[in-house]
Structure formats: C-alpha cells, structure tokens
C-alpha cells in the first residue's frame, strides 16, 4: 500500500506540474498500474480465502469483480475517506421473484451486515457504503426516489442517515413538470453532513417547466423539530402547518372507530386520486372485459351510518388530503394515513354534526352526478368501464365541511384559509387535466 501511495504521489505530481516528456508521464503511469494491479491481486486472493473458497478462483473473479476501496483510493481512505460524495444510484430491488430463467440480484451477490437490507433496494446499499467512505466531516448528496424518504420501509435507510447528520430533504413532484426529462418520477434529493445535526425539509413540490432554470432558488426548507420526525420525515414546509397539526393531534385518532365487519361501509380507492381523495357510500361502478376485479377498491366499517357519514365526510376534505400529504409518498393511500388521522367524532358538537352529515350528502350527490363513464383499452387486460368523478366540481362543498372541521378543531382564520386553499393552483387549474 505504501508503494502505492508513492507511485500514485508521484503520478500527481506529474500531471500537476506538468512535462516536457510523454515518456516520463507513460512511465509513471505504468508503474502507478503495475503497483495497482499487484496490490489488488494480493487482495483479491486473501477475499477469496477468506470468504469465497468453495468457488473456483478465475470463475469468482468474473462473477464478482471485486473492487477494495482500500487499494484504489490509498491515499484518500489512509486520510479518513472522502470530503464529499454525490451521486444518482439505482433504483434497483435487491430481492424479487422472476421467471424461471432469469434470478434476482441476491440469488447472485449476497449481502452481508447491512443495517438497510430490510429496505431490498440497492440505492440503500449505496448509501449505507458511501457513509462508510466518507470522512468524519464528509458531505453528502444523491438524488433518490421521493419514496427513499416517505415509505414504511424505509424506515432503516432514515434511521441510518439521521445518526448524528443533518439532512436537508428536497422533494419534487412529477406533475406538471419532473426532474428526469422523459422519466415521470416523483424524486428526492438528500443532502446531510456530519458535523450539523438539525433537519430540514420540504414540501412535494410542485413547478413548471419554466421555472427549471432556478428551481433551486424556487423553493425553501423549513427545519422539523424531533416530534415532526418519529420514524419518517413530515414533509412541513410552513410553520402555519406545524400550528395546524399541533391542534388536531389532540383528537384521538379516528381508527377508534373502525369496525371489522358491519353493513355499513365506506368505499375509497388506495391508488390514484393526485390531488383529491374520494370516499363514497356505494360502490363505484368498475367492469372489465376478462372480469378482472379492482385491487385498488377499499372498505372501512363503522358501527353506525352516522359514523360512516361523518367519516366520509372528514376523508373526502381538503384537511385531510393536506394530512395525506405531509404523511404519505404522495401516490397511495394507506391504511397509516386514515389510521393515524386525529377525529374524535364523539366530541363534535351537535350542531356541527348536522352540519357535517348535511354537506357529506351534498358531497355523496355531487359526486355521483358529476361523474362520467369512462372506458380504456390495454394490450395486457383488455379493455374497462370505470366511473370517473370530477371532485373539482364539488370543490364548494368540501369548503363547507373544511369550515365545520375548523370549527371542530378551533382553527384561526388563517389557518382555515390555508386548508382550504393548500395546493388550490393544482387541484383547480388545467394542471390537473393532465392527468
């Protein structure tokens, strides 16, 4: 390693002082190679001793290609490790069923301790080693899909680059316009360093073509206090929504009122709905042509009719769907966001009652008026009906029951506006036809 290190000095000194000779830099070069080679090849006969000796020596090579850190950067990993690291890993799953003639990445390369092997996807990996290679002030940077930072399971990758490093969390939408030219990816860029602890993120943000020249100028963090941050990061970009949910989650959650099996039921569907979540008291109308059933349509049970009612009620508004938000990747509707959203609907007053089942109502009949019967065709699955509604249509009306729900919770004037219209540019405007 030593000699390494002083052939690899005196190759740099080479280039950065420059020669009147070619042959002088070749020379260098090659003994710098020759070092290398040597070094890598010793290395790579004790990995195989150590780990790998069942396999023929020549076969591992090709199958493995290992690569020493240690060996190739000498120098900088002698130092510490790196100053900084940035990249774009792969969005690849680590475990996964296939066909029979093809298997996944762990039927071929077995990783071992790795404290994010739970999260089976390789840009986890790729981060976990980068901490491992950077040094005790290194910075780091990659651009990871919003899911790294939002989902469940990713739990363990957070929890590592929390360890005593303070991350800046940018997130951005796909919609209208999206980082990856060609590629609709909702995406995030983690930032951290070690020697800062506090935490800042932001919202999904949403922006135009027009505005990819400066979008970093675009948007702001806002720091999230440890109780905004349990497992997985609040995407709160204002302190308005930190005074928001500060009041609501004095409310026991609305789980409390879940049933296992009753007639009366509430319908919602866990996928699709960008920018309105649409629960209904009957079924949506959804047929195919190979009469396949829709995985995406979901039931939660109530004890009474009046709380499916209200429940439909508080899901279907503009609260929630900022609740979902924060929450949530932003794509899905899961049983953590209803679980986890604070309504007690005991302690609504009687008046806001009558209130709140008279709008759900109106919203229920709207809904269903509103809506329009559309077919698609696909290669795979043929063609289906579906019933599209048109929640923008109906917009007035969960504007009634955001009003009750504020009254509920004792919502300022201000913050009622900010429910009311949170995100309004793109769940009203033609933004929203492209989908």
């Not at 100028?217 to 609040?234: M, Q, R």
């Not at 079924?283 to 009719?305: C, L, N, Q, R």
Request: hydrophobic residues 35%; contains cysteine.
């Amino acid at each position: 390693c030593e000699l390494v290190a002083k052939a690899f000095k005196r190759f740099k000194e080479i280039q950065i002082e420059g020669y009147d000779n070619k042959v002088t830099f070749s020379q260098s070069k090659q003994q710098l190679n020759e070092r290398l080679n040597k070094l890598k090849s010793s290395l790579d006969a004790i990995l195989h001793k150590q780990h790998y000796e069942g396999v023929e020596y020549n076969k591992w090579l090709e199958t493995h290609k290992p690569f020493h850190w240690f060996a190739e950067f000498y120098e900088i990993m002698e130092s510490g490790g790196f100053d900084v690291i940035i990249g774009n890993p792969p969005y690849v799953v680590y475990t996964r069923k296939i066909g029979k003639n093809k298997v996944s990445i762990a039927d071929r390369y077995k990783l071992k301790n790795y404290k994010t092997l739970s999260t089976n996807n390789l840009y986890s990996f790729c981060i976990e080693r980068s901490y491992l290679l950077q040094n005790k002030a290194g910075k780091f940077g990659m651009v990871l899909p919003f899911g790294a930072t939002s989902t469940p399971n990713m739990i363990d990758l957070v929890k590592l680059v929390r360890e005593n490093k303070g991350l800046w969390i940018s997130n951005y939408d796909e919609r209208p316009s999206h980082l990856f030219s060609g590629v609709c990816l909702q995406i995030t860029i983690l930032l951290s360093s070690t020697n800062l602890t506090e935490n800042n993120v932001t919202k999904l943000i949403h922006w135009n073509t027009e505005q990819r020249n400066y979008l970093f100028n675009y948007f702001f963090y806002e720091n999230i206090a440890e109780k905004y941050f349990i497992n997985l990061p609040l995407k709160l970009n204002y302190y308005i929504e930190k005074l928001i949910l500060n009041k609501i989650s004095k409310n026991i959650k609305i789980s409390k009122y879940f049933r296992k099996s009753t007639p009366h039921k509430a319908y919602y569907k866990s996928a699709g709905g960008r920018y309105f979540k649409i629960f209904t008291d009957f079924i949506p109308e959804f047929s195919s042509s190979d009469e396949t059933v829709s995985t995406a349509k979901k039931e939660i049970y109530f004890s009474t009719k009046t709380e499916k009612e209200l429940a439909i009620g508080a899901f279907s508004s503009s609260l929630f769907y900022w609740f979902w938000r924060i929450n949530s990747d932003c794509r899905n509707l899961t049983a953590k966001e209803l679980n986890n959203f604070p309504l007690d609907l005991k302690l609504i007053s009687e008046l806001n009652v009558d209130k709140l089942l008279l709008d759900t109502r109106k919203l229920l009949r709207g809904l269903k008026s509103n809506s329009i019967e559309k077919l698609a065709k696909y290669e795979a699955s043929g063609s289906l009906t579906y019933q599209e509604f048109r929640p923008k249509l109906t917009k007035h009306i969960l504007d009634n029951i955001d009003t009750v729900l504020a009254e509920h919770y004792g919502f300022t004037e201000e913050e009622l506006d900010f429910i009311i219209n949170y995100d309004i540019k793109y769940r009203m405007g033609k933004e929203n036809n492209e989908e």
